[in-house]
Each structure stands twice: as structure tokens, then as C-alpha cells.
């Protein structure tokens, strides 16, 4: 089981375009997770996602940022008309059903120029 | 409000000293507790949570819920443990979000 897996590791975007962040869930895992890190704070929650659905979606602001995670592929967490203030690393976890263990990848990080 | 706090940045020990690294909590149900431990160029793992009462590598922490504290402790520090830790909560329910306090960098010297 390769782990869970993000890509890209690093994008570097100018702003007003978009940024499209990739997380594959680990084999058997139908929870995804997306957090966010800005320099010098500690991982906030963005949202939870089951497969089609949006479970919690409480960390997200409320524009330009969405989420989703299709029956098929990846997880996508999508940023429309990035500004500076997104350049963060996010994080994605995903988790089996009915267990609480969240396994993470290895993080996106976003630069906006 | 659900807020995890670690009050130190930088830890920094010589090798086969004892560890502690403080996090306090505020949370209003029963949380559960982890840390998390990320190594240089690794990704995020969990190394304990307090419901297991495990030891992991030497680690041990003690839920404290009248101080609202999850330290994290070990006797003797070894250099390979030299990482950033996060201490995080999880209010559990239909959602299993975690939160994170902003980490400390436990630094062992040889």
C-alpha cells in the first residue's frame, strides 16, 4: 500500500489563477481529510469528505475554495482566484470506514506569486 | 472553543535526557487525544493516542483532564527523536476532525 498520496508537492501559482490540489486516499479508505498549515501555525481542518458526499465542510472558507471526492479518482480540493494569502501547505488524511485513524500524505505546497 | 496549546516552539535536550512536551486543552465534551510526530523530509504520523495507553518508542502520555493536559514524556531522549510534534483533539461524532496545536521541534544533542 503505497500510503496516501498527493500531487502536486509543490505548485507555485500567480494570482487570480486557480490552483487544483490532487489526493489519492490509501487502498480501502473512503474518508478524506483536507487541512491546511500557514507558516508558523499548526494544521487547521478544511472539510470531510465521504465518497460523493461533503460531511463536514465547517474549515472551509466560504468562497473560492471547494471540495470533492467522486466516486472515482482522487479527491480534489479546488482554489479559484488564488491570492497570497493561500500560500499554505495542505495536507490531505483519509481514513477507513469507522476508524478514526487518519493516515496523511505528504502535502501540496502553494505558493502564490 | 476547541483550542489546542503548545506552549513551546523549540525543545532542545542532550541525548539520554528526559523529554516533556506540554499540551493543554480546552475542550467541553471528552475529547480524544493524540500526538503526531512529523521527521525531517517524512510524512505526518500518529505515534500515540491517549485511549491506547500505549508506549510507543519510549513515549508515554497521560490525559489529564483535570489540568486539561496531554503531555508527552519520555526518560531518556535519543537523537533519532529529534522531530516536530503536534498534539491534536478530536471531538469525535460524525465528524473525526482533528485539531492541531502549531507543533513544538524537539531538538536531541549529542
Known amino acids: 500500500n503505497a500510503g496516501v498520496m498527493q500531487n502536486p508537492r509543490h505548485l507555485v501559482r500567480r494570482r487570480g489563477q486557480e490552483a487544483r490540489l490532487r489526493c489519492s486516499p490509501m487502498k480501502g479508505h473512503s474518508h478524506v481529510y483536507w487541512y491546511r498549515q500557514l507558516p508558523e501555525e499548526g494544521l487547521k481542518f478544511m472539510v470531510y469528505l465521504q465518497k460523493e458526499n461533503i460531511i463536514d465542510e465547517s474549515g472551509m472558507p466560504k468562497e473560492r475554495f471547494s471540495a470533492e471526492f467522486p466516486k472515482e479518482g482522487p479527491s480534489i480540493l479546488r482554489i479559484q482566484q488564488v491570492v497570497r494569502g493561500d500560500s499554505a501547505a495542505y495536507f490531505c488524511?483519509?481514513?477507513?470506514?469507522?476508524?478514526?485513524?487518519?493516515?496523511f500524505g505528504p502535502g501540496t505546497r502553494l505558493t502564490v506569486t | 472553543a476547541q483550542r489546542v496549546t503548545q506552549p513551546e516552539k523549540l525543545l532542545s535536550v542532550f541525548k539520554g535526557a528526559p523529554v516533556e512536551l506540554k499540551c493543554n486543552y480546552s475542550?467541553?465534551?471528552?475529547?480524544?487525544l493524540f500526538w503526531y510526530v512529523q521527521y525531517s523530509r517524512q510524512r505526518l504520523q500518529l505515534l500515540l493516542r491517549h485511549i491506547s495507553r500505549e508506549s510507543i518508542k519510549g513515549f508515554t502520555a497521560d490525559l489529564n483532564k483535570g489540568e486539561t493536559s496531554f503531555h508527552l514524556k519520555k526518560p531518556f531522549a535519543q537523537e533519532e527523536d529529534s522531530a516536530m510534534y503536534y498534539c491534536a483533539l478530536s471531538g469525535g461524532g460524525a465528524t473525526n476532525k482533528l485539531i492541531f496545536g502549531t507543533g513544538t521541534l524537539l531538538a536531541v544533542q549529542p
Open positions: 475542550y467541553s465534551g471528552s475529547p480524544e
Open positions: 488524511a483519509s481514513s477507513p470506514p469507522s476508524i478514526d485513524e487518519q493516515y
